[in-house]
């Protein structure tokens, strides 16, 4: 069954954009495919089956954005990219994503 894990949308130290500033959603989605790419850089490509994806959620204050790593929970290679997605969440971000969020 496919299923997915919440990862974040910014790495562990750094601020990110919030939900009611002026251009969050084009930002949120900017800093998003920024952690995608930098996940697949430190952690590789996901195995087939998994996928990074960047996810809207309802909140009271309107939708928000966060990357998921949806997985297959019959398929231990999948379901361990996903939680290594999770676990090793990088601190900050590195110089490429810092280029790509210019």
């Keep these: 069954m496919r299923d997915y894990i919440n990862i974040g949308s910014a790495p562990a130290n750094e601020s990110c ?8 959603p084009e930002q949120s989605r900017k800093e998003c495919q920024a952690l995608i790419s ?9 195995p087939e089956g998994a996928q990074l994806s960047v996810k809207s959620f309802q909140h009271d204050f309107g939708s928000y954005h966060e990357v998921v790593c949806y997985y297959d929970d019959q398929n231990e290679e999948t379901v361990n990219y996903a939680f290594k997605c999770e676990s090793e969440l990088p601190y900050s971000w590195d110089e490429k994503a810092k280029e790509e969020l210019k």
Aim: hydrophobic share 30%; aromatic share 6%; glycine share 12%.
């Design 38 to 46: 930098q996940l697949r850089r430190e952690l590789g490509e996901e």
């Design 17 to 24: 954009a919030q939900v009611g500033d002026i251009n969050y």
